[in-house]
């Protein structure tokens, strides 16, 4: 079965502090791709990565980078230098050959001012 | 391209009236995926389509749901009866295999009072 871990329910910053929001999962697949989307107040899930399986590289765009771990099953993404537009729930996601995508519970930023 | 239609953005209606949503995918994506967004239970796959062909409904909570896809563009998802405890966002989103991410629509509200 698959499934998506996202511990951290809430993660309160201030702006201009780097946040770190983690995704754990779990696949008995060889190949499948991991997702981050951002749902921000207005309530539009909004696409930011796709990873595949094979490529572990880091990605970086902008203040937002990457990093997946395939020995720790691991998918974090990072901001750097936050800012209040930041303020969302970041959603990290799974799907395999099949076709089908499942989400963790997602993670509620709030960057203060 | 005018991304994933949904209709309506919100819907109010009483406990036992039937509810029709629908979706319009984006053109030649081959998947389709109908959400449930609710504070509880976070963003659930009710059910999705492949090439029009139900793949997957087991997320579909209970026989009073049912969904649909007549054509390559376009889905319902109707609840008869409907009950309070249907109340949440309904998302659908499409796909295609290969493309980069899942686009989502702009969901539809549902209070059934």
């Known amino acids: 079965a698959q499934k998506v871990t996202q511990a951290q329910t809430e993660i309160s910053v201030v702006e201009k502090e780097d946040v770190t929001l983690d995704c754990v999962y779990e696949?008995?697949?060889?190949?499948?791709?991991l997702f981050w989307y951002k749902q921000p107040p207005s309530g539009e899930l909004v696409f930011l990565i796709r990873?595949?399986?094979?490529?572990?590289q880091n990605e970086i765009s902008g203040r937002y980078s990457w990093n997946f771990q395939k020995s720790t099953s691991s998918f974090n993404f990072t901001i750097t230098a936050s800012q209040v537009v930041d303020s969302a729930v970041y959603f990290c996601a799974l799907s395999s050959n099949t076709g089908k995508l499942i989400f963790g519970q997602g993670t509620t930023l709030q960057v203060k001012p | 391209d005018a991304g994933v239609i949904q209709s309506p953005r919100h819907e109010v209606t009483e406990m036992g009236q039937e509810v029709t949503l629908r979706c319009k995918p984006i053109?030649?994506?081959?998947?389709l995926f109908w959400y449930r967004q609710t504070m509880m239970r976070g963003l659930e796959l009710l059910i999705y389509f492949n090439n029009n062909v139900p793949i997957d409904d087991s997320g579909m909570p209970e026989d009073r749901f049912s969904a649909k896809m007549p054509n390559a563009s376009f889905s319902t998802l109707k609840i008869q009866p409907s009950e309070p405890r249907d109340s949440a966002v309904y998302f659908c989103a499409s796909n295609f295999r290969g493309a980069l991410g899942y686009t989502f629509g702009s969901g539809t509200r549902l209070t059934v009072v």
């Open positions: 053109s030649g994506h081959d998947y």
């Open positions: 990873r595949n399986s094979f490529d572990e």
């Open positions: 696949t008995r697949d060889t190949t499948y791709y």
